[in-house]
């Protein structure tokens, strides 16, 4: 099995290189291209085959990766999409193949690791490892999104407020949109930039304001762009409409805290009834290893415990369930 593993490693990392050299080379070519059509000096093509080549854009997204083999084949379950838009919306410049190379290296490494130090008896633990060492970027692009999106739902009553204020000054939406990613600092700032500079360059405001939403999966924000839209369309006073918006989401925000504070003691209660179990099975483990062997070594004993965590697991999400109210 070792073999089997260390010749799909070896084989992954060749490929990988093989492909980083191809596509560089590849980004070298185009880039050499476009510096000669912008400089002018472009070669004239000699070919009329070629003359009928459609001329490479000056910007395309993405346009390097969409070639990479990993992606190429995790296209057909949408993961370029996924992944693009939940490092989008973690606030990084990763790319989707960097994101699935990052999690095939991290699961081989937990199946070396468990292969390597599982002992006998043990089998199940290295696809466990694997498993659980290749989800952590996954679950790191997760946390990072929820900081980051809590950091935005923060700042974003006092940005309403600011653009209501800048609109009543006599400036237009455009240019108070501008003016927010001057005076917050980010991650608000960098939405409202992008939006600005999407809009800037001629994209139809309505549709960058929807692409906004798309980033911040909020619903203050998708209340925000609603009420924008709809007052494009129906007309009335924007700066009234966004003072009343910050008002509603401060409430939100104070009803929010009340709920987290009443609900402290069943989260708490949540984790003391998850984490007691699994103190205790240490302790009998370090203790009395012939007595909790039995939940090791014993196939009758390995389904009782997988079942005890399986209803630990069950337990714990519905106590997890009955805590979060969402307002």
């Not at 989401?249 to 009834?273: D, Q, V, Y």
């Not at 999400?317 to 805590?323: D, F, L, N, S, T």
Request: proline letters at 4%.
């Amino acid at each position: 099995m070792a073999l089997y593993l260390a010749f799909f490693a070896a084989l992954w990392l060749a490929t990988l290189g093989a492909w980083w050299f191809l596509t560089r080379a590849a980004r070298s070519a185009e880039v050499t291209r476009m510096r000669e059509r912008l400089a002018g000096t472009a070669r004239e093509k000699r070919s009329p085959k070629r003359e009928k080549k459609k001329a490479p854009a000056l910007i395309e997204a993405g346009g390097g990766e969409r070639q990479l083999l990993v992606v190429r084949l995790l296209g057909r379950f949408r993961y370029e999409e996924w992944a693009r838009r939940l490092i989008e919306q973690a606030g990084l410049k990763w790319r989707p193949a960097r994101l699935a190379h990052g999690c095939l290296a991290l699961a081989l490494l937990g199946m070396w690791t468990g292969m390597r130090l599982a002992p006998a008896g043990w089998g199940w633990l290295a696809p466990a490892l694997a498993a659980g060492f290749g989800a952590l970027p996954v679950v790191y692009l997760l946390r990072r999104r929820r900081n980051r999106l809590r950091k935005f739902e923060a700042l974003f009553p006092e940005s309403l407020e600011f653009m209501a204020r800048s609109m009543r000054a006599g400036h237009a939406f455009s240019v108070s949109l501008e003016m927010l990613h001057r005076e917050f600092p980010e991650p608000l700032a960098g939405e409202f930039r992008r939006t600005f500079e999407e809009h800037n360059l001629g994209l139809p405001l309505e549709t960058a304001l929807v692409k906004l939403s798309q980033r911040v999966p909020s619903m203050d924000v998708h209340f925000f762009v609603s009420a924008v839209l709809l007052q494009r369309r129906t007309g009335g006073n924007l700066a009234e409409i966004l003072d009343k918006l910050a008002s509603l989401i401060r409430e939100r925000f104070k009803l929010r805290g009340k709920i987290r504070a009443i609900s402290a003691h069943g989260r708490m209660t949540g984790m003391a009834l998850t984490s007691i179990p699994i103190v205790v099975a240490l302790l009998l483990l370090y203790l009395n290893p012939g007595y909790a062997g039995f939940f090791i070594t014993d196939p009758t004993g390995r389904m009782m415990a997988l079942a005890a965590a399986g209803l630990q697991l069950v337990g714990y999400a519905v106590i997890k369930k009955i805590v979060s109210i969402e307002i």
